[in-house]
């Protein structure tokens, strides 16, 4: 159970996530989707109840251990001032980063060849919240950040709302091929996504 003062947004909900699967979470505005992302993530507690991961229930104690094995990409990636590398590899030193796992997240993410058209590629400079950036390459960069983690739970928030048609079959794509490697949750509208949930 989960409600907000006496709002309820969930009561007796129980659902499994399988390992290794694309789950979809989809309704209308207002109907507990972002409360569920939130719970998943350890944001909010149950109201009653408990979020359990193989069989572990989440609490203080383990809720570190958690957040290191999940990447979250909202729907508003936020960039700050730096180069794309730093963007990506977003808390690893810049000398200590794995160069073949940043090229990889980078094709991963459909960024490739943007990289490739930019003289200065991945020490091309980003502007104060990315504005020398379109909104679908902000989000591919935000996927990209989160790919450069290695999560065993990837948990992505409309992750096509910026793109157009192309990318967005192409990113959906290299989406599904990920679930070898990870959980992932996508919170989506799209009909193109659910099909494949």
Not at 64 to 79: A, D, G, M, R, T
Request: hydrophobic share 40%; charged share 20%; aromatic share 6%.
């Amino acid at each position: 159970n989960f409600n907000y003062d006496t709002k309820i947004i969930f009561e007796n909900f129980s659902c499994s996530i399988k390992k290794n699967n694309v789950t979809c979470i989809i309704g209308k505005s207002g109907r507990g989707k972002s409360t569920l992302v939130n719970l998943l993530l350890g944001f909010i507690r149950p109201s009653e109840g408990s979020i359990d991961i193989d069989g572990n229930i989440l609490n203080k104690i383990n809720i570190h251990e958690w957040h290191e094995k999940i990447s979250f990409v909202p729907q508003n990636v936020i960039l700050f001032q730096g180069t794309l590398k730093e963007n990506i590899i977003f808390g690893d030193e810049k000398n200590n980063f794995d160069e073949i796992h940043i090229n990889n997240a980078v094709k991963l993410a459909n960024l490739s060849e943007l990289i490739d058209s930019l003289p200065d590629g991945l020490n091309t400079m980003v502007s104060e919240k990315g504005s020398n950036f379109s909104g679908g390459q902000i989000q591919r960069i935000g996927i990209a950040r989160a790919l450069y983690r290695k999560p065993e739970l990837l948990i992505l928030d409309e992750p096509t709302s910026s793109l157009d048609s192309d990318t967005e079959m192409k990113l959906i794509s290299e989406i599904v091929s990920l679930k070898s490697h990870a959980t992932i949750v996508i919170v989506t509208h799209n009909s193109k996504i659910i099909n494949i949930c």
